[in-house]
C-alpha cells in the first residue's frame, strides 16, 4: 500500500489528519499571501516590512515628504493646523501613475514639530478625512475625542538619561500563539 503524501505538520502528527484539508488550506494561501507581499520574490518579507520607512511623513534634507498608498482614491489633499484645515493646492498629493501610491513634496517651512494633520480623500462618490496609515504619531482632542496624526521631529532627539537602561537585543520570546486569529480574514 502505497503511503499518502501528507503535508509536512500532518505527516508528523496523525492526529491532525482529519483537519489536513483545512491545514492545506490555510498553508497553500500563506504561501499566495508571500508571493503577493514579495511580488513573487522581488523583495523579501523584511522589505515589505519596512513600508514605514518610504510611506508616511518624513522629513528630508530639503524639507518633507508625504506617501500613502490609496490605490482607489481620486484625490488626495494633506490638511491641518497648517493650512487651517481646508484643503489648498499647495497640500495636494501628486498621484503616481501606474501604482496606488500618493507623494506630496513640501519646503522645510510649510510643516513644524506639534502639527496637527491628516488626509482629506476624495472617492468616486465620495470622500472623508483620515489618518495616514503610516503616521508615528497620533493624538487625541481631550475636548472632542477626536484623533489626528502629529508631526514629531523635535529640534533635539530625545536622550535616554536613565544609565541602567539597556536595549534589549536577545531575540523575542514568544510564549503564546493563537493560530485561528493569524489569518487575513475578518474572522477568528
Not at 509536512?8 to 494561501?29: F, N, Q
Not at 484645515?85 to 513640501?106: F, I, M, S
Not at 476624495?122 to 489618518?131: A, D, F, L, P, V
Request: with cysteine; glycine share 8%; proline share 4%.
Amino acid at each position: 500500500m502505497a503511503q499518502e503524501n501528507h503535508i509536512g505538520l500532518v505527516a508528523h502528527d496523525s492526529w491532525l489528519e482529519p483537519y489536513e484539508d483545512a491545514i492545506r488550506g490555510r498553508h497553500d494561501h500563506a504561501e499566495w499571501m508571500i508571493n503577493h507581499l514579495t511580488q513573487n520574490g522581488k523583495r523579501s518579507l523584511s522589505e515589505f516590512a519596512s513600508g514605514h520607512l518610504y510611506y508616511g511623513l518624513h522629513r528630508t534634507e530639503k524639507g518633507w515628504v508625504f506617501r500613502e498608498w490609496a490605490p482607489n482614491a481620486m484625490s488626495i489633499y494633506l490638511i491641518g493646523d497648517f493650512n487651517g484645515w481646508k484643503e489648498d493646492d499647495a497640500y495636494r498629493c501628486k498621484h503616481v501613475l501606474g501604482t496606488g501610491n500618493w507623494e506630496l513634496e513640501l519646503p522645510a517651512d510649510k510643516l513644524k514639530h506639534g502639527d496637527l494633520y491628516k488626509m482629506k480623500v476624495h472617492w468616486n462618490g465620495g470622500e472623508g478625512e483620515r489618518i495616514p496609515a503610516w503616521c508615528q504619531r497620533v493624538v487625541q482632542d481631550e475636548q472632542t475625542k477626536i484623533f489626528s496624526a502629529q508631526v514629531w521631529q523635535p529640534e533635539e532627539p530625545f536622550q535616554w538619561h536613565d544609565d541602567k537602561f539597556k536595549i534589549r537585543t536577545d531575540p523575542l520570546l514568544i510564549y503564546e500563539c493563537h493560530v485561528g486569529m493569524g489569518q487575513d480574514a475578518e474572522k477568528v
